[in-house]
């Protein structure tokens, strides 16, 4: 019972995946997206080897509250997210920058100490998603300052913002949304400061 939607993008088959009817966006208008998406990443990283990659899209019943989420899967992600208003093209779109953007951090890029890097592993993918995002005009600058404002402020307010990253581990998320931001945050900070260092020293990541 899920709807498929496939688009050939150059190098790379594109599939989605859509279950229920969505308020705010149709099939097509969130496959242009994902092609999107492709290109750019595939860009940045000049990485063409992907001949498929599939996201999938469920919906939560609980139309009183939002909820937005993703899991990587093997060449693709599934996505859950509240039907609802509140949900739309831009903020889904964050969430499958975000998702996207594992399939070079955490997937091609990775070691075997995965627990210890979930700063890295997380941190880094929602800093470069969202500096992709904002490069290519799929967020506005005043946006951009304040994801970073946002996530400085919060680090900062958080109770357990010294934890060891070893101690960290993805069963923790669960029992505690504190824990759960610490490496998200920790390093979309590092990445931060590298980024303007690099900039500083005349290094262009764009």
Same mark, same amino acid.
């Given at each position: ?13 594109? +599939? ?8 705010? @966006? ?52 599934? +996505? ?5 208003? +509140? ?12 998702? @996207? ?22 941190? @880094? ?14 967020? +506005? ?10 996530? @400085? ?54």
């Amino acid at each position: 019972d899920f709807r498929e939607v496939v688009q050939e993008e150059g190098h790379v088959k594109l +599939s989605l995946l859509v279950r229920g009817n969505w308020v705010n @966006f149709s099939d097509e208008k969130l496959m242009i997206r994902l092609v999107e998406m492709s290109n750019i990443l595939s860009d940045y990283w000049k990485d063409y080897s992907d001949e498929h990659y599939t996201v999938a899209l469920l919906p939560l019943d609980h139309s009183q509250i939002t909820h937005l989420g993703g899991a990587g899967l093997m060449k693709g992600f599934a +996505s859950y997210c509240t039907n609802n208003r +509140s949900i739309n093209l831009e903020n889904i779109s964050t969430l499958y920058f975000h998702e @996207f953007t594992h399939n070079w951090i955490g997937a091609k890029i990775r070691s075997s100490t995965l627990t210890k890097e979930l700063w890295f592993i997380e941190g @880094f993918t929602e800093y470069l998603s969202t500096f992709l995002m904002y490069e290519n005009d799929m967020m +506005s600058k005043g946006e951009y300052h304040a994801k970073i404002n946002k996530v @400085f402020r919060d680090h900062r307010a958080s109770s357990v913002s010294e934890i060891p990253n070893e101690e960290i581990k993805y069963s923790d998320f669960v029992r505690s949304c504190e824990i759960e931001k610490v490496p998200y945050n920790r390093g979309f900070i590092y990445a931060c400061y590298l980024q303007n260092l690099f900039a500083e020293k005349g290094f262009d990541l764009s």
